[in-house]
């Protein structure tokens, strides 16, 4: 007899909305590279330029800050959906772990739902810096473009919160959906560890059961006096 599995199939909708979450996911990246390039490059072309002597940028403070914006939301995004966020754990010691999925689901639906509010007061304060064409004193910048990271990062949020975390947990509770897979790691928020040890392999000089001048000296090795 073979093995079936009992976990119910995904539904297309969901692949649907995973798939469209991954190529959200690496336009977020990629954006949030050229921003952030953008923004050290500025930087550092401002502080070159002082350091030789020569008058500077005098944009370059506001473009840096400009940036940061998007940089910041973007990066909050990009932590929301690889679980990087910060969240307070205090219901998973007081609350019994049976209870542990309808917590998820509540706080899910109530992080979404802020996360939604924001966007939407950040889209009124964007739309309303378009229409009376505010810029930046310093530099010819249109201010709504820097205030847009507001309602698109909390936007993605808000989306990833609410479908993912209240109604994907409701429906694994219900037994509609597999459990959810662990997200991969990002090279970004997660990127692999680096071997800071001096020691090497096992049998090689340097590792802990080797001593660093040589190989072990068996009995056989031993030199007689």
């Keep these: ?63 840096a800050t400009y940036a940061m914006v998007w940089v910041g939301f973007l990066g909050s995004s990009l932590a929301v959906r690889g679980r990087k966020h910060l969240k307070v754990d205090a219901s998973e010691k007081l609350i019994p772990r049976r209870f542990h999925p309808h917590v998820a689901i509540v706080v899910g639906f109530l992080a979404g739902a802020l996360c939604l509010y924001l966007a939407g007061l950040g889209a009124v304060v964007a739309a309303q810096s378009f229409a009376d064409g505010k810029s930046s004193p310093v530099m010819n910048f249109k201010m709504w473009i820097a205030e847009a990271a507001i309602p698109v990062a909390c936007t993605l949020m808000g989306l990833r919160f609410l479908l993912r975390d209240s109604v994907g947990g409701l429906l694994r509770l219900l037994g509609k959906l597999p459990p959810e897979a662990p997200p991969p790691p990002d090279p970004i928020l997660a990127p692999p560890p680096i071997d800071l040890t001096t020691s090497g392999e096992s049998g090689k000089p340097g590792s802990p059961g080797q001593p660093a001048g040589g190989p072990a000296a068996s009995p056989g090795n031993e030199v007689r006096k």
């Design 1 to 63: 007899m073979t093995a079936t599995s009992d976990a119910p199939p995904v539904p297309a909708v969901v692949r649907h909305f995973a798939a469209l979450d991954a190529w959200v996911h690496r336009g977020e990246r990629a954006l949030l590279c050229v921003v952030l390039t953008l923004m050290i490059a500025v930087v550092f072309i401002d502080f070159a330029l002082r350091e030789s002597g020569i008058q500077g940028l005098a944009w370059s403070k506001k473009a």
